[in-house]
């Protein structure tokens, strides 16, 4: 009886961490400062992820760069202070996009805009295409309700950095002018690890 407990456990616990696993995707990019591990959540953001998944897949982050870098210090004119750095695709593939998206807000995907997550960059709500950040710190002003963007929509996390949180902090602190990194911080390469 014990032995049959036992395999039930096993089982049961196998399932669970299969489950898991198969809700993420991670990808590694590669930059100049150093590597930074994600996992995206597909499970919660399937659109946001997938939209993600076609530039890395076709190659045009490779190339790429940080180029906007928002600290404490550098937004004098914004009630709600925020702290994200930014990235694009090689600008060489920037009319080579797929359009834009339906925003997935944190409403419905329960994900938010915590230290580490990963996030579309937007204007108007349902038009993010490529630009992405990472949230340097907790940022809720993000989130749906969020003060930040006053159309009050959020932006949509899709996952988070496993790995690398030192390398966000270091490409926070390069040199800027106002919020534009100088020179940009490269991006190697995107490539998903699974």
Do not use: W
Not at 67 to 93: C, F, G, L, W, Y
Not at 133 to 158: H, K, T, Y
């Amino acid at each position: 009886m014990h032995g049959l407990l036992i395999v039930v456990v096993l089982v049961t616990a196998t399932i669970d961490v299969a489950t898991q696993t198969a809700t993420g995707v991670r990808v590694n990019i590669s930059t100049t400062l150093g590597e930074i591990e994600v996992e995206l959540d597909t499970a919660q953001a399937p659109a946001t992820v997938a939209n993600f998944l076609r530039y890395v897949d076709a190659d045009h982050y490779n190339g790429g760069q940080f180029h906007r870098t928002v600290t404490m210090n550098n937004q004098p004119n914004n009630d709600v202070k925020i702290e994200v750095i930014q990235a694009s695709v090689n600008p060489a593939r920037s009319d080579d996009g797929f359009g834009p998206i339906t925003l997935e807000r944190t409403t419905v995907t329960g994900l938010r805009h915590l230290n580490g997550a990963i996030s579309m960059a937007r204007g108007a709500p349902d038009s993010a295409t490529s630009s992405f950040f990472f949230c340097i710190g907790d940022q809720p002003s993000l989130d749906f309700g969020g003060d930040r963007n006053p159309d009050g929509q959020g932006f949509a996390a899709f996952g988070r950095v496993v790995a690398g949180l030192d390398v966000l902090r270091q490409i926070q602190g390069q040199p800027a002018e106002t919020q534009r990194l100088n020179p940009p911080v490269s991006i190697t390469s995107i490539r998903r690890m699974d």
